[in-house]
């Protein structure tokens, strides 16, 4: 289970921003992920309910939010979200129905966006 390393990953970049901000108590965190990045959110809140039990993060409440896919597409350049994840790599073009070489702008990414301190 990746999620796993990805929440102590995260769980490090928390601790560093606090440090940082001479905060000692974590509220939320708010963790954006792309719909392409293959993260489960399911299995990334029970890796973080996992890992923060018995620290001092235990109380925090941790939000995902998904980034929908944006593309660009690989013949004319405009962007586009395809309609499912699926199909996203292979999605017809709204402007001009090519289907090859898209590239992706946002929908791969994991990223901690806010956090919630005191
Ligand atoms: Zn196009």
């Not at 796993?4 to 001479?22: D, F, Q």
């Not at 405009?78 to 790599?89: C, M, N, R, T």
Request: hydrophobic letters at 40%; proline letters at 5%.
């Amino acid at each position: 289970m990746h999620e796993m390393a990805l929440t102590s990953n995260l769980l490090h970049i928390i601790r560093e921003e606090m440090k940082k901000h001479g905060a000692s108590r974590l509220l939320r965190a708010r963790v954006r992920f792309g719909a392409l990045s293959n993260v489960v959110p399911e299995a990334l809140s029970m890796a973080f309910e996992v890992l923060t039990h018995d620290t001092e993060f235990a109380c925090a409440l941790l939000e995902l939010h998904e980034e929908p896919i944006l593309l660009a597409c690989g013949e004319c350049k405009k962007e586009f979200s395809p309609p499912s994840v699926a199909s996203s790599v292979f999605a017809p073009c709204p402007h001009c129905e090519w289907e090859l070489g898209h590239r992706v702008l946002s929908g791969k990414s994991l990223y901690l966006e806010h956090l919630e301190v005191e």
